[in-house]
């Protein structure tokens, strides 16, 4: 079956970077979109960003453009989230989730699977 596991979170000051990964399983990781998506406490799922199959096209949300940045490595089934600069506003809980097939997966809704996700807080 299709599993996401998340790691790499933590607490961070303000101005600070974290690396967040996801390994995927049950699946063919390297034929699917992929994003990220997070919830911030009291609030909705908001979608982060998302990677092309091969990689080579990204697309983020306007507020963290310049801050973070999505990889992949199809070869180790694995995504990433390199996120610099942080504020505390981008604490949250960080999912990895796979894009359903035949969508841009630049939104919420467009996402079939999940993972928990890990735990990123921005606080001094």
């Known amino acids: 079956q299709v599993q996401l596991v998340e790691s790499g979170g933590g607490l961070v000051q303000p101005g600070g970077s974290l690396r967040v990964s996801c390994v995927a399983s049950g699946f063919t990781f390297s034929t699917y979109r992929m994003s990220w998506i997070r919830q911030a406490p009291g609030k909705d799922l908001e979608w982060v960003s998302t990677i092309s199959t091969g990689g080579d096209n990204t697309y983020y949300v306007d507020s963290v453009k310049g801050r973070f940045t999505i990889s992949r490595d199809n070869g180790k089934n694995t995504l990433y989230l390199q996120m610099n600069s942080l504020k505390p506003e981008d604490t949250a809980l960080y999912h990895c989730?796979?894009?359903?097939?035949?969508?841009?997966?630049?939104?919420?809704?467009?996402?079939?699977?999940r993972g928990q996700g890990t735990q990123v807080t921005v606080s001094s």
């Open positions: 989730a796979r894009v359903t097939s035949g969508r841009r997966g630049i939104n919420v809704g467009e996402n079939d699977y």
